[in-house]
């Protein structure tokens, strides 16, 4: 069984609509909590990152973690074309070595 | 726009040749990291520099050797590869390997595709 499972897609939504990600986990020594976006033939771009469970927004982006479930997730409102790309979730424990969700590919279609 | 510089962005290579691949960053970051990313795949660690030091290598063959000639420079030698060793190269860097430090997140470059032939 993998540390972090994530669905891998695709996920197609209208523009417009809200995406919904999400990774579970099963190392309860994870900490710190990432979202990535990367587009095609692209390096990672970090969206967001979270400590403590709850929610943390940014923009169009909320970030949600729940740490007693082992459960993260990430909204994207109002998405954009512009949206389409594979999220990664990532976590980290202690020092600063990441262990990656397989993605999730999202299509936002116009 | 990323911060951490990588080139070149492709290399096609022969099994027999020698290369190199280059990262920079100038954030002022301790901590300096290689992945190497497979299609459909998420990225893979290969290596950790931590003040200029390798901290981890995560057992990757030697005909990968990487090289931190400075803090803000990361190279990675390449010689005798495998076509299976074709795939996306990631630089990566962090303030420093400790994860108590709020935003001691690590940020990538855009990379840099190799192929072997």
């Known amino acids: 069984q993998k540390e972090v499972e994530q669905d891998p897609g695709p996920l197609s939504v209208p523009e417009g609509a809200i995406v919904s990600l999400n990774c579970t986990y099963s190392n309860s020594a994870f900490q710190y909590f990432m979202w990535y976006r990367q587009y095609s033939r692209k390096g990672p771009e970090l969206l967001m990152y979270?400590?403590?469970?709850g929610n943390k927004e940014d923009g169009r982006f909320t970030a949600q973690v729940d740490k007693s479930s082992k459960y993260i997730s990430l909204f994207i409102r109002d998405s954009q074309p512009s949206d389409s790309a594979t999220y990664l979730c990532a976590m980290k424990a202690a020092g600063n070595k990441l262990t990656f969700g397989g993605g999730t590919r999202v299509l936002v279609k116009p | 726009d990323t911060e951490v510089t990588q080139t070149p962005k492709h290399l096609v290579m022969g099994m027999t040749n020698k290369k190199s691949l280059k990262c920079e960053q100038h954030m002022g970051h301790r901590a300096m990291y290689w992945y190497k990313q497979k299609a459909k795949k998420p990225p893979e660690l290969m290596f950790v520099y931590s003040y200029e030091k390798l901290s981890i290598n995560e057992s990757v063959p030697s005909r990968f050797s990487p090289e931190c000639p400075n803090s803000s420079l990361l190279n990675l030698h390449l010689h005798a590869l495998q076509p299976e060793d074709s795939a996306l190269y990631l630089c990566?860097?962090?303030?420093?390997?400790?994860?108590?430090?709020?935003?001691?997140?690590?940020?990538f470059g855009e990379g840099s595709w190799l192929t072997v032939v």
């Open positions: 990566a860097s962090s303030q420093d390997l400790q994860s108590f430090t709020s935003g001691n997140t690590i940020y």
């Open positions: 979270t400590y403590s469970s």
